[in-house]
């Protein structure tokens, strides 16, 4: 990557490669704070691949800060937390400490849909067969730094900043360099939805035998025929962007199953591994990486789409604070402190549940001992709180015990607080009546309610509804406005 000072075709705050669910929540995010940012997206149409099936109780939570749950619920359908939530390991769903204690279940083509049509409503741009071949960047202050993106068709854009959101085999991460260290894919398997011949009760009895030794092999209805098919691959493809023919997943299915079911007329196909990969680092000057360019690894557990669209949720106030010049030292580089570790966990759990899902004697009964001890409801909350990353905290100093973690949805005297926080403001929940937040008004709402839900004077949640500060002195509170918000305005 080299610097260039050559003149922009356009110019943006913010240009967002990628326009998944990551890069669709991101730029959302920024037009919530008047960011001027663009989607650039690769295809020149939506895919129809379906490799997510559903949001989890932290991703729920995010959608309904920010006013979007409802159209997300009209589309889903909610199943209960702890059904094989583990490494297929079923066990009765623990207390969780949310107002979402379930998963749901609805197809990453409509969560695109969905989060797409939100980023278009805040005034979001996207633009569709747009691909990055080239990338830049002017470094220092002022009007003369940013970004400048090359497209295919020759077409330079210029910015300030730009995110790459644009997956495993991320442009924008090979382009700046970015070591993405890790595992390369060992198992790989074949994905599709497709019409089956068979009768459903054939199917559903066939798939339970199967399932006792081969735990990721599949075939769950659809409606009107189709099916949903996942079965182990022969081995592990050159180049998993060249999809499966019909003819290996049939031979794939006699393999594992003694029959093909006779399936048909496919709608997609497709393939993925269970490579496992992490970027060093998140930010390389005035470019950073969220999502599937930040980090790969097995989709046990269905933590993928999930992790990247809480990557936007963090990302998204910091870099608008960045671009509107409001953010206090180091709040931008704070992403990568506070996201990196989080990612590094879900690579480790779902190498856990990768080993666990084996048919090896070794790894079986390591499962049976797992199984074992999460009959104790702490092992079982600690492992299902990891999953639905409402587990999650930030090291953000010593403090309070809330400090650092996100707060559950609260009944307040008006509404309840998810609904105070849909404009993507910081907000101080403020029991005792007595603390102030004026010199921040334009960026922190201020919340005064008796409620006996939380067993501290007050808390000061950042956009993202991460505890910044707990407590009840005025001095402390001030110290926490600056640091995660900026200097006062009087």
């Known amino acids: 990557m080299s610097d260039s000072d050559s003149d922009s075709d356009s110019d943006f705050d913010v240009i967002v490669v990628g326009g998944g669910p990551t890069g669709l929540m991101l730029a959302a995010e920024l037009r919530l704070h008047g960011v001027h940012v663009v989607v650039l997206e690769r295809d020149a149409e939506p895919t129809p691949v379906v490799r997510s099936l559903g949001l989890h109780v932290r991703s729920i939570e995010v959608m309904d800060q920010r006013g979007l749950l409802e159209r997300f619920l009209e589309h889903g359908k909610k199943y209960p937390v702890g059904a ?10 623990p207390d969780l400490d949310t107002a979402h204690a379930y998963v749901l279940g609805i197809p990453q083509t409509l969560t ?55 997956g495993g085999r991320s442009t924008v991460r090979k382009l700046l360099g970015v070591g993405f260290p890790g595992e390369s894919a060992r198992v790989e398997t074949l994905i599709g ?17 199967v399932r006792e030794t081969h735990r990721g092999f599949g075939l769950g209805p659809l409606g009107d025929g189709a099916y949903r098919v996942v079965v182990p691959a022969a081995g592990v493809a ?62 046990v557990g269905g933590q993928g789409l999930n992790l990247g669209i809480q990557d936007a949720f963090n990302l ?56 074992e001890l999460m009959d104790f409801e702490d092992v079982n909350r600690h492992l299902i709180e990891k999953i639905t990353a409402i587990g999650v905290h930030y090291d953000l100093g010593e403090g309070h015990e809330l400090l650092g973690r996100r707060l559950r949805d609260v009944p307040l005297k008006q509404g309840r ?18 603390l102030s937040t004026a010199g921040w008004s334009d960026r922190v709402d201020h919340v005064v309610d008796t409620g006996q839900e939380l067993n501290v004077p007050a808390v000061l ?28 305005v009087p």
Not at 193 to 209: G, L
Not at 251 to 265: K, N, P
Not at 417 to 434: A, F, I, N
Request: hydrophobic share 35%; proline share 5%; aromatic share 6%.
């Open 238 to 299: 050159e180049d998993r962007t060249v999809p499966p023919t019909l003819d290996e997943v049939r031979q794939q299915l006699r393999a594992y199953a003694g029959t093909d079911f006779g399936v048909h007329s496919p709608r997609w196909l497709s393939r993925f591994g269970d490579a496992t990969r992490q970027a060093e680092r998140y930010r390389t000057g005035r470019v950073l990486l969220a999502g599937d360019a930040a980090h790969i690894h097995p989709p």
């Open 417 to 434: 607080l998810y609904e105070r926080m849909r404009t993507g403001r910081g907000l101080l929940l403020d029991r005792t009546g007595g």
């Open 112 to 166: 695109d849909r969905l989060l797409e049509e939100h980023a278009v409503e805040v005034g979001a741009e996207i633009r569709r067969g747009c691909e990055l071949v080239g990338l830049s960047q002017t470094e220092g202050e002022g009007d003369g730094a940013g970004v400048t993106a090359e497209l295919a068709d020759g077409t330079r854009l210029r910015s300030r900043y730009l995110v790459g959101c644009d």
């Open 84 to 93: 094989g939530f583990f490494a297929g390991i079923t066990k009765p769903a």
């Open 461 to 488: 949640l950042r956009p993202d509804g991460y505890v910044a500060w707990a407590g009840a002195e005025q001095r402390e509170l001030l110290d926490r406005l600056a640091k995660w918000f900026g200097p006062e």
């Open 193 to 209: 939805e497709m019409r089956v011949e068979a009768a459903q009760e054939t199917v559903a009895a066939i798939v339970t035998e």
């Open 316 to 371: 998204g106030w910091k870099l608008a604070a960045e671009v509107r010049g409001r953010a206090p030292d180091g709040l931008l580089d704070s992403y990568h402190a506070e996201r990196h570790p989080v990612a590094a966990d879900v690579l480790d759990n779902t190498r856990a549940q990768m080993l666990l899902l084996s048919a090896e004697p070794g790894p079986r009964s390591v499962r049976r001992l797992l199984s």
